[in-house]
């Protein structure tokens, strides 16, 4: 994942600046200014807030007045796009709500809706959608009937319960049904870009609504386009490392009656910033062929002495009666951003159609 420095940095604000200055001759623009020499040290979505109201300030009057500041420099400069449409759109929806008419707030939807496709007008839709969310949603289900890809993925992108980078929507996760319809006209679109997002909204709803999850990826499958398939086995992929019946069960992993050796590891011991390695032998000892979804998961030692664990994927294979596969990984526990490891006792499990094995214990060693 990019930094943010990579993304929104003094060269993104000056070009924000000179966008603006051109669709507003003569203008101070003293916070933009100085807001570019602000932006170290700051998170992707606090660079992004920088921006946006050091813009509110440098341009006075209503939310008409700062929309047509914007259609301007998108109309007369060639490089209005890229990551400086964050805050703008930041903007325009924060100017919108502020107003508090709905001819603002129908103008700012149609104003992200045209945006879009010059980065995403996703984060700044949060603020409309937490402003009105009914309006909102009106106006977005005219965006799912789109010829514009980006339009239609913005509809799906957009209300997504948990989207990356952005604020939350309290009544979107208060009301979990609120956005299937959105998904219900998506999910067959005829870009990948559109049916990603959709399955990623799916994945983030089955977060908090599992059967609704799985119930809505049903009455797709039931009438389903070429993609649908793989479609829902992504956005039910939560699910599946959760072993969640239902979504094991839509999928075709049913129970199955296993024989299972495993998982044996290479060492007990693992430096730390190391790696062990695991392999399992696995037989369907049933009558019948069995599907298989093949996980493991990982118990880690936190720093309370307590355990939490994560799923990692394996692999999915249909197995024979008496057929016998070996499964093997190397699971590595280099520092990462994203995961703090502690030294203590771990364990590696085989999870199997949501069905752990025994586990396999070993220490992780303390640093130097």
């Known amino acids: ?32 200014r100085a807001a570019a020499r602000r932006l170290d040290d700051l998170s992707l979505r606090a660079r992004a807030d920088l921006l946006r109201d050091a813009l509110l300030t440098d341009v006075p009057g209503d939310y008409a007045e700062l929309a047509r500041v914007v259609r301007a420099a998108r109309d007369g400069v060639p490089e209005f796009g890229g990551w400086l449409i964050w805050p703008v759109t930041g903007a325009v929806a924060t100017k919108a709500v502020a107003e508090g008419t709905e001819v603002a707030f129908d103008d700012a939807m149609a104003l992200l ?35 514009d890809a980006d339009v239609r993925r913005l509809a799906s992108e957009g209300t997504r319960p948990y989207l990356p980078w952005s604020i939350r929507v309290p009544e979107l996760i208060a009301r979990p049904g609120a956005t299937v319809p959105v998904l219900d006209a998506l999910y067959g679109d005829g870009s990948e870009y559109v049916r990603r997002s959709v399955a990623n909204h799916l994945n983030d709803l089955s977060r908090d609504q599992a059967d609704l999850a799985v119930a809505t990826a049903r009455r797709w499958l039931d009438a389903p386009a070429p993609t649908t398939g793989r479609l829902v086995r992504h956005g039910l992929r939560t699910l599946v490392k959760r072993g969640h019946p239902g979504a094991l069960d839509l999928l075709g992993f049913a129970p199955a009656t296993l024989e299972i050796d495993g998982p044996v590891l290479d060492r007990t011991c693992v430096p730390f910033g190391g790696s062990v390695h695991f392999t399992a032998t696995i037989r369907n000892a049933g009558a019948e062929d069995a599907r298989l979804a093949i996980d493991y998961v990982v118990h880690h030692h936190k720093a309370n002495g307590s355990r939490s664990n994560k799923t990692f994927k394996l692999t999915t294979r249909t197995l024979a009666p008496n057929e016998t596969i070996t499964v093997t990984r190397e699971h590595s526990f280099r520092p990462l951003t994203t995961r703090r490891y502690h030294p203590g006792p771990h364990a590696i499990a085989l999870q199997i159609n949501g069905v752990t094995s025994d586990r396999a214990e070993f220490e992780l060693l303390a640093p130097g």
């Not at 879009?116 to 603020?127: H, I, K, P």
């Open 113 to 147: 809706a045209d945006l879009t496709g010059r980065l995403t007008s996703e984060f700044a839709l949060r603020v409309l959608l937490c402003h009105d969310l009914d309006r909102a949603l009106g106006i977005i289900a005219g965006w799912t009937a789109s010829p």
């Open 1 to 32: 994942m990019p930094f943010a420095d990579e993304l929104i940095n003094g060269h993104t604000a000056r070009l924000l600046t000179r966008a603006i200055r051109t669709a507003l001759p003569g203008a101070d623009l003293a916070s933009l």
